[in-house]
């Protein structure tokens, strides 16, 4: 019946001319659907965000079928808030293609140009050059590479960006060794430290310690910190169940029972 409904309406499905199409239905002032027109920018914002975490779950399991759904969820924002800006009459879905093609064409000069990238380093070295050189065009040139990142990002993923900028610009340590030597000292100073003001200062600098070593290896801190939270809560489960098969809660038992019940979910995983 659906269908058939889609047909009549004369709704087409089939790829993103069809979305195209189902998302101007939606917004249409007078058969649309009153949620979808009382939407702006604004409202959005939230939703964006929250979608962009289940995506990044779905990235993180793997699983086709989820990814398939939740980047669609991931797009549907981005065609909404370009249909918002088709109805203001300030811009629409095309002019957002044209300009992301344009700028992939034009960052990278190794594909399309006569620049040279034979590793993944030197790619990223054209996209950097190219980004100066567009700041240059705008008289941004003292502006810092990166002022481009959201300071509204949580903070995470914030280090974790500044960082990855910072490293392809070189500023980055010889010796990779290095990078666990500072954790340490960074932890050494935190744990020396008696005012409670300077020891967030020094616990944060743990923090952004231990996302520079991410870096280092490769590792993206935010599903690493995803990972251990789930371990977390799977362990922690597991003692909660144990508590309750004692007919005890987790505060009542020994701290040798809580190990053991932690210890045997580290095992189960």
Sequence with gaps: MSSERDTEAGL??????????TMRALRDPVSGCPWDLVQTYETLRGTLLEESHEA?????AGKPPELIEELGDLLLQVVFAAQIGT??????????????????VR????????????????????????????RADKGQQDKSM???????????????????????????WD????????????????AAEESAVRKEEEFGDVLLAAVGAAQRMDIDPEQAL??????????FTHVERGARERDMTIAEMGTDEKLALWESAKLAE
């Design 226 to 235: 995803l990972g251990a939270n789930r371990r977390f809560y799977g362990r």
């Design 175 to 190: 010796n990779p060794d290095v990078i666990f030597d500072k954790i340490g000292e960074e932890l050494r100073e935190l």
């Design 107 to 134: 960052r990278h000069p190794h594909v399309f140009g006569d620049a040279q990238a034979r590793t993944a380093a030197e790619g990223i070295g054209q996209w950097e050059k190219v980004k100066a050189a567009e």
């Design 146 to 172: 990166l002022d481009g990142v959201p300071k509204a990002m949580p903070a995470l993923a914030y280090a974790n960006a500044v960082l990855g900028r910072a490293r392809r610009a070189g500023f980055d």
């Design 56 to 60: 990044m779950e779905a990235l993180a």
């Design 12 to 21: 087409d499905q089939s790829g993103f001319g069809g979305l195209l199409q």
């Design 87 to 104: 109805d203001e009459g300030s811009f629409s879905i095309a002019d957002v293609i044209d300009f992301l093609n344009r700028k992939l």
